[in-house]
């Protein structure tokens, strides 16, 4: 079976074929956290999102560079031109230097990654460590005759870059519109235009933040970040580039336009992939709405919006079980259900483990085959279609159905080609763990377990049942753990 993946792109506003650059080699890019607060489930949803994406690259056996970013610097307050560096901020009320929030945080965030089991990037450059090829790229925009400087900062003329390209291209927003509804903002007078962006700003006397440049000290604009970076490591043209639907306008324009300014005149990515927005009881999730949830706090269950801890894991399947291009309702009810669908696909796993294929095969039942094929093949279909994981988690539910009936005798496995077990086994096992990335959780706690291991034999030594005794030393003695009996009770130590 060979099926083509499909993505939807954003550029196009439809679904295409993916046909990488440069195959079998893929470059993909992807907007990472700025780091001045805790992950929150719309870094998870994100991260997911473009985890799953990369493993199913790689289990099509594409050859990929993954590229996401730490924004350090730059990321103004309500990503705007003007205002205090959210790092910086956090900075002056934690009495720290900036890039020790920022490596705080960075190591917070990849803790919860970890936990929610999503893969590392192949690089994760800082926008601080890459003020160098900023530099450059503004120069080239500078030259191309598509940016002008003002009092230290440089700006890009969206006007200008307007008569022969279109700002909007991405978005859809219409520069003429923009400006109808777009106000003059206090301090911005410099700009020649409201549109305008800067791509690098002169730093006040205050601002702590700050690097040398041929304009004066100042640090670079949020949005050049990525161009120069997904320049750096992945060329002037690359395969992918995702982010989140909030991302789109103006960050992700930005991007395009700065890219076809510079010098590498072209709109950087070929596929632009967005992921949809995180809803709280159908209202937008957001700190201003008190409806702001960490993933600690989901983690812990230490939150108002919260009737119970959630585990990594079902917040992982929480996340896959909607289309990434369509909003997630966050609530406990669905969390809940999300609990009982993970569950469900670890149980298939064990059940997996536990089918053997006779010794002796039966006359083959060619109807069973064909179903069993036809259901293996479907659970690639959703993933095929712009990474619908609910297609694909649905399909894997309708085989587990049949995995069921095969291990309690309903459907006979004797009755399968051996080839048909194996298919079936290694469609389960590779979907569910390698390319949506779930993976088992420990339930029990291994010293309450112990403790409740201790009190059957301390059961059984009082009943002087010494066959049951004797059972319990030689298992756990197995594991590497000795019982203790002391006169003041019973006791347990790792095997010396």
Same mark, same amino acid.
């Given at each position: 079976?060979?099926q083509?993946?499909n993505?939807?792109?954003t550029?196009?506003r439809k679904k295409?074929?993916f046909?990488?650059?440069?195959?079998?080699?893929?470059?993909?890019?992807?907007?990472?956290?700025?780091?001045y607060?805790?992950?929150?489930?719309?870094?998870?949803?994100s991260?997911?999102?473009?985890?799953?994406?990369?493993?199913y690259?790689?289990?099509?056996?594409?050859?990929?560079?993954?590229?996401?970013?730490?924004?350090?610097?730059g990321?103004?307050?309500?990503?705007?031109?003007?205002?205090?560096?959210k790092i910086?901020?956090r900075?002056k009320?934690?009495?720290?230097?900036?890039?020790?929030?920022?490596?705080?945080?960075?190591?917070?965030?990849?803790?919860d990654m970890?936990?929610?089991?999503?893969?590392?990037?192949d690089?994760?450059?800082?926008a601080?460590g890459?003020?160098i090829?900023?530099?450059?790229m503004?120069?080239?925009?500078?030259q191309n005759?598509?940016a002008?400087?003002?009092?230290?900062?440089?700006?890009?003329?969206?006007?200008?870059y307007?008569?022969?390209h279109?700002?909007?291209k991405l978005?859809g927003r219409v520069?003429?519109?923009?400006?109808?509804?777009?106000r003059?903002?206090e301090?911005?007078?410099?700009?020649?235009s409201?549109?305008?962006?800067?791509?690098w700003k002169?730093?006040?006397?205050?601002?702590?933040?700050?690097?040398p440049?041929?304009w004066g000290?100042?640090?670079?604009?949020?949005?050049?970040?990525?161009?120069?970076?997904?320049?750096k490591?992945? &060329?002037?043209?690359?395969?992918?580039?995702g982010?989140?639907? /909030? !991302?789109m306008?103006?960050? =992700? +324009?930005c991007?395009? *336009?700065?890219?076809q300014?510079?010098?590498?005149?072209t709109?950087?990515a070929?596929?632009?992939?967005?992921?949809?927005?995180?809803?709280?009881?159908?209202?937008?999730? &957001?700190?201003?709405l008190?409806?702001?949830?960490?993933?600690? /706090? !989901?983690?812990?269950?230490? =939150? +108002?919006?919260?009737? *119970?801890?959630?585990s990594?894991?079902t917040?992982?399947?929480f996340i896959?079980?909607a289309h990434?291009?369509?909003?997630?309702d966050?609530?406990?009810?669905?969390l809940?259900a999300?609990?009982?669908?993970?569950?469900?696909l670890?149980?298939? !796993?064990?059940?997996l483990d536990?089918?053997?294929?006779? *010794?002796e095969?039966?006359?083959?039942?060619?109807?069973?085959?064909?179903?069993l094929?036809k259901?293996?093949?479907?659970?690639?279909?959703?993933?095929?279609?712009?990474?619908n994981?609910a297609?694909t988690i649905?399909?894997?539910?309708?085989? !587990?159905?049949?995995?069921n009936s095969?291990?309690?005798?309903?459907?006979?496995?004797?009755?399968?080609e051996?080839?048909t077990?194996?298919t079936?086994?290694?469609?389960?096992r590779?979907l569910v763990?390698?390319?949506?990335?779930?993976?088992?959780e420990?339930?029990?706690?291994?010293?309450e377990m112990?403790?409740l291991?201790?009190?059957?034999?301390?059961?059984?030594?009082e009943?002087k049942?010494?066959?049951k005794?004797?059972?319990i030393r030689?298992?756990?003695?197995?594991?590497?753990?000795?019982?203790?009996d002391?006169?003041?009770?019973?006791d347990?130590?790792?095997?010396?």
């Amino acid at each position: 079976m060979q099926q083509k993946l499909n993505l939807y792109n954003t550029l196009t506003r439809k679904k295409e074929a993916f046909e990488p650059l440069h195959a079998p080699f893929v470059g993909m890019y992807v907007c990472g956290p700025t780091v001045y607060g805790e992950p929150h489930l719309g870094h998870a949803r994100s991260a997911v999102t473009y985890d799953v994406l990369y493993r199913y690259l790689k289990h099509l056996e594409y050859k990929v560079r993954f590229v996401r970013n730490i924004t350090d610097v730059g990321h103004l307050e309500n990503d705007a031109d003007e205002g205090e560096d959210k790092i910086q901020k956090r900075a002056k009320l934690e009495h720290l230097e900036p890039m020790e929030v920022v490596q705080h945080y960075t190591n917070v965030y990849h803790q919860d990654m970890d936990k929610l089991n999503v893969l590392r990037p192949d690089i994760e450059p800082r926008a601080s460590g890459h003020i160098i090829e900023q530099i450059e790229m503004i120069q080239e925009i500078l030259q191309n005759g598509l940016a002008y400087e003002a009092n230290g900062s440089v700006y890009f003329d969206v006007q200008a870059y307007n008569k022969d390209h279109n700002y909007g291209k991405l978005s859809g927003r219409v520069v003429e519109d923009l400006l109808a509804n777009t106000r003059e903002l206090e301090g911005q007078g410099e700009k020649r235009s409201s549109l305008d962006f800067a791509l690098w700003k002169k730093a006040s006397p205050t601002h702590i933040m700050r690097w040398p440049s041929p304009w004066g000290d100042g640090f670079p604009g949020w949005h050049l970040e990525c161009s120069a970076m997904s320049r750096k490591y992945l &060329g002037t043209t690359f395969d992918i580039h995702g982010g989140g639907l /909030d !991302l789109m306008f103006p960050h =992700h +324009e930005c991007e395009i *336009a700065q890219s076809q300014a510079s010098n590498s005149h072209t709109d950087a990515a070929r596929y632009w992939i967005h992921n949809n927005m995180i809803t709280v009881n159908g209202q937008k999730m &957001g700190k201003s709405l008190g409806n702001f949830i960490n993933l600690s /706090d !989901l983690f812990s269950g230490n =939150h +108002e919006l919260l009737e *119970a801890k959630y585990s990594p894991m079902t917040i992982r399947f929480f996340i896959l079980q909607a289309h990434y291009r369509s909003t997630l309702d966050f609530s406990n009810e669905a969390l809940q259900a999300a609990r009982k669908g993970y569950t469900k696909l670890m149980n298939g !796993l064990r059940v997996l483990d536990k089918l053997q294929y006779p *010794a002796e095969a039966a006359e083959p039942d060619a109807k069973l085959n064909e179903d069993l094929l036809k259901l293996t093949e479907d659970c690639f279909r959703g993933m095929n279609d712009d990474l619908n994981t609910a297609r694909t988690i649905a399909s894997l539910f309708n085989l !587990l159905k049949k995995i069921n009936s095969l291990y309690l005798g309903q459907l006979q496995i004797a009755s399968l080609e051996k080839s048909t077990l194996e298919t079936v086994q290694s469609t389960y096992r590779e979907l569910v763990l390698d390319v949506l990335g779930l993976k088992e959780e420990s339930t029990a706690h291994a010293e309450e377990m112990l403790d409740l291991v201790l009190n059957f034999y301390k059961e059984a030594k009082e009943a002087k049942a010494y066959d049951k005794v004797d059972a319990i030393r030689a298992e756990l003695k197995k594991q590497g753990i000795v019982i203790k009996d002391l006169k003041t009770g019973i006791d347990w130590a790792y095997e010396e």
